[in-house]
């Protein structure tokens, strides 16, 4: 048996941008020759796309690091390195996914084969073609390719069905759904028989279908974390109608009124959008003896607009009804809209500056100098020859880092350390 799998973490990380070349042509005819090294690729992106034909995330248990690979160097003659291929993760329609440092949700992917990129390929650095000037003609200058990004993800799958199976345990959300779809259920006569969603296909006559999704049984305090129920309340937030099932079996020992609010007050506390949903009450078990004297009592307490379709699952008894009914009812639901909320709406006020590095006194002659953009200039710099080298320099100049080191009571030969790069302050 497949296990359900609805919650996972996972790390990925895209692919470095290919380096510029240095290289010169020095073809026979060519007077006086030039630069001619070639673009780096760009490297390979990590994208996540939903397959509708999947329902469950067990594939992450085994694994849960995805690498890209990086794009190729830049070649002699003006060449550009080619781009690597991005990766593909397949995910089940419905899974959203957040940045698991921040919390921020990155995306959501409702729709069969939508794609997210979670994980851009770095930038191709630029080869010495482009570093040419009338001062210049000779450049020994090319840039490395920007370093992939790694970010660790939390995907969350919420299934997406048509109409959900809510109730207490053993209410027989199960049964139903064996009896009105072709799906297989573990069914026995205990509490949390259901230890995941199970999901079902219905085919009326009439041509009509619709996907229904048994979910584990509900108890009071689910919301906030009581039982089983809070690992699977998130699925009913994609279920368009609500098939509420209620016990009438006399010797329960349960009170079918209260089981019906306990629920529905479960269900507003997680999200208070599921109770204005079409929702159609379905009390079970009418094969018992008692059990029409109990939904009596039942109907007189409920409102009389509310819809209700009493069933035996055992006996078949009103499961054709129910489903045309639900058929019905679903056809003239409102399709529910997922709106991905991130945070890129921001008020504005003003802030000072922050500062583009920070610079720290490591020991007596020693200094370390932080920051990211000052990190990132020197993962893209080429510092195999010396043009290079002093492009560096001069951009830390005009950063301000040298005089910032100065004032920092840096002299000549003391050492600057920027990442794993240490050189003679002069």
Request: zero cysteines; aromatic letters at 6%; proline letters at 4%.
């Amino acid at each position: 048996m497949l296990m359900f799998v609805d919650n996972v973490k996972i790390t990925v990380k895209s692919g470095k941008g290919g380096d510029g070349a240095v290289a010169f042509r020095h073809e026979k005819y060519v007077p006086l020759g030039g630069p001619s090294g070639g673009d780096g690729g760009r490297g390979g992106d990590i994208i996540l796309k939903a397959n509708e034909g999947m329902n469950t995330l067990m594939d992450f248990r085994y694994k849960r690091i995805f690498k890209a690979q990086p794009g190729q160097n830049g070649q002699i003659k003006g060449m550009y390195g080619h781009k690597a291929d991005p990766v593909y993760i397949v995910v089940p329609t419905g899974t959203s996914v957040y940045d698991e440092d921040s919390g921020r949700l990155v995306g959501d992917l409702t729709e069969n084969n939508q794609e997210l990129i979670v994980a851009k390929g770095g930038d191709g650095g630029r080869g010495n073609i482009h570093f040419a000037t009338s001062k210049n003609q000779a450049p020994e200058v090319a840039e490395n390719g920007e370093p992939g990004q790694e970010k660790h993800l939390k995907l969350e799958l919420k299934l997406i069905a048509d109409v959900g199976l809510v109730g207490f345990p053993s209410v027989g959300k199960s049964t139903l759904l064996s009896v009105a779809t072709s799906a297989k259920p573990k069914i026995a006569a205990y509490h949390f028989t259901t230890l995941s969603p199970n999901l079902g296909m219905v085919k009326l006559e009439n041509g009509q279908d619709f996907v229904i999704a048994d979910l584990p049984g509900l108890i009071e305090g689910a919301s906030n974390g009581v039982g089983l129920g809070i690992q699977f309340l998130r699925h009913v937030e994609r279920t368009r109608v609500i098939l509420h099932l209620v016990d009438m079996d006399p010797n329960n020992g349960r009170e079918p009124y209260e089981d019906y609010l306990a629920i529905r007050k479960e269900l507003g506390n997680y999200d208070a959008n599921v109770l204005k949903r079409p929702e159609i009450i379905v009390p079970t078990k009418l094969d018992i003896p008692g059990s029409e004297e109990r939904l009596a009592e039942f109907k007189k307490k409920l409102d009389t607009d509310v819809d209700i379709f009493p069933i035996s699952s055992i006996q078949h008894t009103g499961v054709k009804d129910l489903m045309n009914h639900t058929s019905e009812v679903l056809s003239k639901a409102e399709p529910i809209h997922f709106d991905v909320q991130t945070d890129d709406s921001k008020e504005y006020n003003f802030e000072p500056e922050k500062k583009q590095f920070t610079i720290e006194k490591d020991a007596e002659h020693s200094f370390v100098v932080k920051g990211d953009r000052v990190e990132l200039l020197l993962q893209r710099t080429n510092l195999d020859h010396q043009d290079g080298i002093m492009r560096f320099a001069r951009q830390l100049k005009s950063m301000g880092i040298e005089d910032a080191l100065i004032e920092a009571g840096a002299e000549s030969g003391d050492s600057v350390t920027i990442l794993d790069f240490t050189f003679e302050f002069i």
